[in-house]
């Protein structure tokens, strides 16, 4: 342990990131002059000025990031703070991805601290966002290591990979978005008495009388229909997604209304029409041709819409649920999928929400309707016990070397899913996706047959089965999170074999007599 050494981070291409402080020192310099001249905040080159002074300073921010680390612990500086932490206040590092590699947004991983008081720090540096930062990378983080092993006192010289999918991952995200959606559920289901009042009244005006207090803007006024002539001035039509308008000749009964696409589609310049206003709305536009009413939300929709803004709350707290469920589970190993409770929702959402659309305000009102939301619960608890089997938490166990050895005496090929997750000579370029048993020895495969076509042996006979395991982070996010893990011994080359539980022990057991 002599030859370790002191680890130094700084940003990689840091030209990029001057050229931005170059960028931003000319916005503000442009802010300054623009501000001095025109003596005024609303003014289109001063707003660029600025924005490209708050760009500057975010890039000085990024280029002047120091991280180092020596006998006496890790020190980071960034543009506006310097810290220190002792090796002896560290536990163990980690690695953090962001977000996981796919064809469009590259992986991004970078390294945190776990404190023995139980707080977790994340490093600015070092980072690793491209391909080519992946040795660099490593190499900064196993040297980080051997500091830490040397100088302090790591609970573990595993360092664990944190994924969106591991047990140590934050929930804060889905609490703070269960919480949102529950509050729009929540004002949603409050407006559904008022929706119900204000539907029943829109449907039981009448005309007003012929001397109600015309132009008083009294109550009853406003609570019966008054009809007004007017004229089409243009017809504004615009895109499905924005509001078309209507206007009207001389600005009577009011310049313009806003309607929808079809509405401005059916009516013409000079066309006559008669326009409905009720409590000081216009709720209706009819001419020779064409009428358009006001949407008026029933109550049915407002309920529909609570109730769907609380179901759609269930995949966070799914969430929130699996993670208190696994909060014994190692960080790095990866949860359960909570695709099972969107059945659950899925079900549910089935029978609640025609439930809640046709009887929005009681939905007991009849033995018809109580006997469709007892079944229905029914249902969704039965889909809950599944779904709560579903995501259970299943130990790993290695394959019992009793019963039938070599081929389990099967005649027929059969093709399992599973991979490894390390090129060998037998995996070339990560190829396979399916090993086939039976009528010969086990092979890898790119198909899931029949036939042995571009299939490649597993010698058997270099493997040893050292561990079978579960998911972690470091494993990838291309393999499913209800596999396991086998890890084998492959003439001194450790390899992964990852498939489903059941598969995989059938994997190893024909594997092991040959490997002794």
């Not at 360092?159 to 959606?181: F, H, K, M, N, Q």
């Not at 600005?251 to 209304?257: F, K, T, V, Y």
Request: proline share 7%.
């Amino acid at each position: 342990m002599n030859d370790v050494r002191d680890v130094f981070c700084r940003p990689r291409r840091r030209l990029p990131w001057w050229f931005l402080v170059g960028l931003g020192a000319a916005g503000a310099s442009l802010a300054a002059v623009r501000g001095a001249y025109r003596g005024t905040f609303l003014d289109a080159w001063l707003s660029i000025g600025v924005l490209l002074a708050l760009v500057g300073v975010l890039a000085l921010g990024m280029v002047t990031t120091r991280v180092s680390a020596d006998a006496y612990g890790v020190h980071s500086r960034t543009l506006l703070r310097r810290r220190s932490v002792p090796w002896g206040d560290i536990t163990g590092l980690r690695i953090l991805l962001k977000h996981e590699s796919s064809h469009r947004i590259p992986e991004v991983r970078r390294v945190g601290l776990v404190l023995r008081n139980g707080r977790r720090r994340l490093l600015p540096l070092p980072q690793c966002g491209l391909p080519d930062d992946r040795a660099e990378f490593d190499a900064k983080v196993d040297a980080l290591h051997a500091l830490h092993v040397r100088h302090g006192a790591p609970d573990s010289s595993h360092i664990p990979v944190i994924s969106r999918r591991t047990a140590g991952r934050s929930v804060s995200w889905a609490l703070i978005l269960c919480a949102l959606l529950l509050a729009g559920a929540g004002a949603a289901a409050w407006a559904v008495p008022d929706s119900t009042s204000y539907a029943r009244a829109w449907q039981s005006a009448v005309p007003c009388a012929a001397g109600a207090g015309a132009g008083t803007g009294t109550t009853e006024r406003r609570d019966c229909l008054t009809t007004v002539p007017a004229v089409i001035a243009k017809a504004e039509v615009r895109r499905p997604k924005q509001s078309s308008w209507l206007y009207f000749a001389d600005g009577h009964p009011l310049e313009r209304l806003a309607v929808s696409r079809e509405g401005a589609q059916g009516f013409r310049p000079g066309d006559s029409v008669e326009v409905t206003i009720w409590r000081d709305r216009v709720m209706k536009v009819a001419g020779a041709h064409h009428v358009w009413r006001e949407h008026v939300s029933a109550a049915g929709e407002m309920a529909v819409l609570a109730a769907a803004l609380a179901l759609t709350a269930g995949y966070p707290a799914a969430r929130v649920l699996l993670r208190l469920r696994g909060r014994r589970l190692p960080d790095d190993e990866v949860l359960p999928s909570a695709l099972p409770f969107v059945g659950v929702l899925v079900g549910t959402a089935l029978w609640l929400l025609p439930l809640c659309y046709r009887h929005p305000t009681d939905p007991f009102t009849s033995p018809a309707t109580t006997a469709w939301a007892a079944a229905g619960s029914a249902a969704t608890l039965g889909l809950s016990v599944l779904a709560w089997r579903a995501t259970r938490v299943r130990t790993p166990r290695a394959a019992e070397s009793t019963g039938k050895p070599g081929r389990a005496g099967a005649a027929d090929e059969v093709f399992v899913a599973a991979r490894f997750l390390e090129q060998t000579d037998y995996n070339p370029h990560f190829f396979g996706t399916h090993i086939v048993l039976g009528d010969g020895p086990p092979a890898v495969t790119p198909h899931s047959g029949p036939g042995r076509f571009a299939a490649k042996p597993i010698p058997v006979e270099r493997l040893t089965v050292k561990n079978v395991r579960r998911l972690r982070g470091s494993d990838g996010d291309t393999v499913p999170g209800g596999w396991h893990i086998a890890e084998l011994d492959d003439a001194g080359s450790p390899v992964r074999l990852a498939a489903a539980p059941a598969d995989l022990t059938r994997i190893i057991r024909e594997l092991r007599p040959a490997a002794g």
